[in-house]
T-cell receptor, first 113, second 119 residues
Framework: DAGITQSPRYKITETGRQVTLMCHQT?????MFWYRQDLGHGLRLIYY???????DKGEVPDGYVVSRSKTENFPLTLESATRSQTSVYFC????????????FGSGTRLTVV | AQKITQTQPGMFVQEKEAVTLDCTYD???????LFWYKQPSSGEMIFLIY??????QNATEGRYSLNFQKARKSANLVISASQLGDSAMYFC????????????????FGKGTKLSVIP
């Protein structure tokens, strides 16, 4: 029971290519989130979702697309990757008012060359 | 204005000593939650401790305690008896408000403090 799984762990892609980062959770948490982590910026919210088919923008959504057709999956797509999107991406999930905040995936390290 | 401010980019502490990592926050909500996470070099995010805005006592979890000063809007993490395994990045985060919708459950993170424990 992995809980929340991100794939791939590492990805190198070329500028202009489309790339999708996968996130799967097994707890049936309602809420899911995508963050990117960059040195000097901490974690910044890209997109979030309250339930299947309900998504909304976070702090840094430009260049990203999300979907959530099923509760357990929340893929993040970079439509045309840029070097500025080189980052570590974390998926997280949460149930309502949890005092543990989020449960995080292990992260995906994406390099755009 | 930043919602979460961690003013110490890096800190050193001697093994077995206590260390305080600073966090100040900015919110107009009456109901909010404060969290600390640890990120070791392996990269995973590990939940450490939680403090609710209405909690009257400071939260404690083992060697971790949260020094919550509501009037000053500070939520400092205190690690007692530091161990070499405490060397990591530490993030303070806040969840504002209540209610329905994922927006109520967003966590806003500070930029982190890198703690190095010296043997």
């Amino acid at each position: 029971d992995a809980g929340i799984t991100q794939s791939p762990r590492y990805k190198i892609t070329e500028t202009g290519r489309q790339v999708t980062l996968m996130c799967h959770q097994t707890w049936s948490h309602s809420y899911m989130f995508w963050y990117r982590q960059d040195l000097g910026h901490g974690l910044r919210l890209i997109y979030y979702s309250a339930a299947a088919d309900i998504t909304d923008k976070g702090e840094v959504p430009d260049g990203y697309v999300v979907s959530r057709s099923k509760t357990e999956n929340f893929p993040l797509t970079l439509e045309s990757a840029t070097r500025s999107q080189t980052s570590v991406y974390f998926c997280a999930s949460s149930e309502s008012s949890s005092n543990y905040g989020y449960t995080f995936g292990s992260g995906t390290r994406l390099t755009v060359v | 204005a930043q919602k979460i401010t961690q003013t110490q980019p890096g800190m050193f502490v001697q093994e077995k000593e206590a260390v305080t990592l600073d966090c100040t926050y900015d919110t107009s909500d009456q109901s909010y939650g404060l969290f600390w996470y640890k990120q070791p070099s392996s990269g995973e995010m590990i939940f450490l401790i939680y403090q609710g805005s209405y909690d009257e006592q400071n939260a404690t979890e083992g060697r971790y305690s949260l020094n919550f000063q509501k009037a000053r809007k500070s939520a400092n993490l205190v690690i007692s008896a530091s161990q070499l395994g405490d060397s990591a990045m530490y993030f303070c985060a806040m969840r504002e408000g209540r209610g329905s919708g994922a927006g109520s459950y967003q966590l806003t993170f500070g930029k982190g403090t890198k703690l190095s424990v010296i043997p």
